[in-house]
């Protein structure tokens, strides 16, 4: 390994200073980044150097934990772009796929590498070891649409399929698309919303970004960029190059392969990502997509992580390698050797991080050892009068400036009036870069970090609430909450099956008889075929699911039909309105009642009710979140309460 130059190592350097970098093809040493500091002292990194850092993790949480350093210490209006590129979060040769949440990011960042001049790509070192599709596949499949632009709809739609995206009748999740007419709805990987674009003929006449839960049409945009939506090729070219690698490479009839049949219909079987070098002649790394100006992060402790993953995927290939179902590649072709990794790693300028968890421990000479200390441990102890006591003695006498970080908006306001109980003037702040340009003596913020930060130079403090209640089991969730009921209605086709009876809002009970295509004088178009007495049919149009809902009366199998045209729904719904009047009215007037007579207003929340709930070990649910929040609204309100709550 080549030592780094004879330079004079700055004196004291803090995180938040410039930081000295090595030289191309030399390795600088950072120690002693306590807290959250090396979160910091990498954002600096980032800003400083004149090329993407790739910074490399021993495994996904640590990426996770890192992560919320850098999305707290650069600020949402940072110039310095954080990518991802997780994991597919899932055991070699798994037989099923990554969430398209997944896919999209890795896709995203693998487009956006090549030309990054500056940013922060975040990964594992197991992730680091996965062979990847070459970038020309990328960009070869990646294509713009612009308002104005000619789009026929019959050679839109193959071209949407060779890439990877699925028509469904409502595009929910990346990598799909639906086409009703002269509308086409579809959700680009690496893209926060899907875009609905209305044409005119085949002219684009506008592209739109529209909520997939409530189908409403937003901001204009006069283009949109298309990525591949996913890593394995499913053109009539990559599918004959698979069946000719896979005659190759295997032994035995191909045919009696579930894999091999699926593929070549065009289908994409799950796990399909671990059969990627059968279809391109060489397959990439990461290492292929980054400039030569890219500066390598790396954690202490990859080397072990590397040989372990390295050692346990060999063991799955011996298992696994024996079903003639499903053959396996060697682990060879899939994923790369930890010395070979290592290999690629050292043609870069580097900084290791050394692993360092004590004020007394000692840095060699080359490193740069950073002026940080280890941030205080300020347990709550729920049994005493006070229960925030060492909290509140260590800021009477720490002399710096302290920014307390709590986890959401809510436990903030606890926190502060918590603070002003007690004597203290804490100030409302934005983010971390608010504290640092200020000059407030105490300021409260949130945000999801877990390590505070103890700085010398200058003289600052950062607590967090694990430093107060202790770590929390966080479930991260990738896809994001709907807002929407989605017990109350048919969201996806794939809801219903053939037979069953559904209801119509309008002509009420009949029997779903499948999808059909039917031209209308706007192109062909997708309706649901319903059946009703006497055999009547009714067609919808799949942008008309919401009107359809599921029946839930009898046995289906005896589930009345309705004939179209008669008085039957129209009676049955009137006399159900009616039931419906006498029952509102007698809740009305029970509620009217309980209205009038005056509950018991419990006290708002306190530091003991905040002690209580920090001790829950996991992250709530949105469901469960929101019903502790209701709850405790109604008993801090002087109505009486008439709730029951379910598990």
Known sequence: MNSPPDLPQPADPSPLKPVWLPEPGHETVWSHLLGSSRGLAIAQAARLHPGPLLVVCQDARSVQHLDDELHFYLGENNTVPLLPFPDWESLPYDAFSPHPDIISERLLTLYRLPELKQGIVLVAATTLQHRLVPPAYVSGHTFLLETGQTLKIEAFR?????????????????????????LVDVYPVGATTPYRLDLFGDTIESIRVFDPD???????LTAMRLLPAREAPLNAEAIQRFRQSYRVEFEGDPQKSTLYREVSKGAAPAGIEYYLPLFFETTATLFDYLPDSTLCVLEDGLTNSMETFWRDTGERYRVLRTDPERPILSPARLFLEPEVLQSALDGYQRIRLSVMTTDGEQAKDSDIHFATRLPPVLPVNPKADVPHLALFDWLNTFEGRVLVVAETAGRREVLRRLLFDHGFEPVACDNWQAFLDGDMRLALTDAGLEKGLLLDTPHLAVVTEPQLYGERAAQRRRRRESARDLSAIIRDLAELHLNDPVVHENHGVGRYRGLQMLDVGDGPTEFLTLEYQDGDKLYVPVTDLARISRYTGTHPDQAPLHKLGGDAWEKAKRRARE????????????????????????????????????????EETPDQARVIEEVLADMESARPMDRLVCG
Request: hydrophobic share 40%; charged share 25%; aromatic share 12%.
């Open 214 to 220: 409530t189908q409403r049409s937003g901001d204009r």
């Open 158 to 182: 193959p071209r949407l399929s060779q890439a990877g995206y699925h028509a469904v009748a409502q595009v929910v999740e990346p990598g799909e698309y639906a086409i009703r007419g002269g």
């Open 579 to 618: 039931k419906a009047w006498d029952a509102a009215v007698e809740l009305l007037e029970v509620q009217a009642l309980r209205a009038s007579r005056p509950g018991h207003a419990f006290p708002t929340r306190d530091e003991h009710y905040e002690v209580f709930s920090s001790a829950f070990p996991f």
